[in-house]
């Protein structure tokens, strides 16, 4: 990859993303040599400030979320040189062109020959008009290449998500477009692709012969903390199924692609969320989609609130903060393979891994023997922790003949000297050097909301089926039964 210098326009700069995220990854890559002197960055917002608040509050954020101290006063001299910030209010086209005056200025003070990569942390509802008032304002005439990089929620179903689409479509390419799905760019999601392809254990045995099911969990120990009016519309269903979780379940069932490039990475993991059965009826999705929200409980000794007595969520709020369903791959490799996945706030433990749980070997020779086997397990862990666990039977030491499950455990995160970039790091560096792999396409964007819409319209209809658990619960027991009616269990989390 390589990078030959852009100005990087950061709309929504004195919001919580800019802060704890993105001004930390711009500082790690500029450390790291990625970002060299070839750039500048205009922080965008509705709020007046100066040059020097901006670049005040710029120290800080660094000094509180990045990965890297920053004690050496001149490199940072250096660093904030680059940065510049401006008032806009984005419905107004004439802020544009000074801008566009502005980000000149900056093209000749630093050399920069027209790259300009557009980042809006913003609510969707403006990105339309910035894309349309970008072009009014003259910002999309620079001889180098234009990037329009958008945080999600990428529409609220599948119908808004494609006035969104068409609105952008208007002013950028598809290809000029690069929808963020942060987990995409965690090291481990995007070892899931190397683990499955590159070894001679996994490659033959990922299907439905061998694989008893698969299971997906994304727990955090968080309730919703400031974000209650952005939640309760949401929900988890929205907040983290519909992207993360669905990303993560096409990466584990997708083909292998016929080479690695964007485009065919892509285009396998818009088949498999294609091949992901509808339910029949609402019944049949009542019976395989679980809801839930968390009432009062105590994590490690702390009282939790109940959700609704959380900050600017209504108080009859019918707001799922659990999720958790049973899917079906409809294709040849995993015809009958269960995918459970779960996502939650307000769980035990904050975790983020997929368990694949494979078959059984013929086990009569054992069970004679009063041997149970268990089953063997593939867990890739993603967070907190990064990295693998495989567990297998072995003869337990100084026995007849029982067995006994015992675990490899490569621990990716622990290893001394290993410093994994943060999700934001990797993809805007990805985005400024065009490489579009871990973003995610229109047609997967559409797919997976055509998913969620079934549920959702189900749900809207009638909310007798949501449950509440304890806050520092694994959520409803509705959950476990969805498991055990298949013979199946959790598979507890690191
Ligand atoms: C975000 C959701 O996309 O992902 C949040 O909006 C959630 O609700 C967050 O807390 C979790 O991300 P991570 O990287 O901490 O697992």
Redesign the pocket.
Known sequence: KSLDGAVLFIFGATGDLAKRKLFPAIYSLYKEGKLSENFAVIGLARRPKTKEQFRDNLHASINEFSRYDQKDTERWNQFVEHFEYMSLDTQNPEGFKDLNVLTQSLEEKFSLNGNRLFYLALAPELFGGVAQNLRVGGLLESGGWHRLVIE??FGYDLKSAEELNKQIRGVFEEEEIYRI???LG?EMVQNIEVIRFANAFFEPLWNNKHIANVQVT?S?T?G?EE?GG??DH?GALR??VQ??ALQIVSMIAMEAPSRLEAEDIRDEKVKVLRSIRPFADDQDLRNHVIRGQYKAGSHGGKDMPAYRDEPNVNPESVTETFFAAKLHVDNFRWAGVPFYVRTG?RMPA?S?EVVVEFKNVPDHVYLAKNNNLRPNLLVIRV?PEEGIYIKINAKKPDSERSIVPVAMDFCQSCQVGINTPE?YERLLFDALCGESTYFTRWDEVATAWSIIDQIANSWSKDASDLKFYPAGTWGPEESHELLARDGFHWWPVN
Request: proline share 4%.
């Open positions: 999600k929620p799905d942060h987990y965690k994304l955090e968080v919703v974000r952005y939640y949401s907040d983290m992207n993360h706030k904050k983020t967070n999700a």
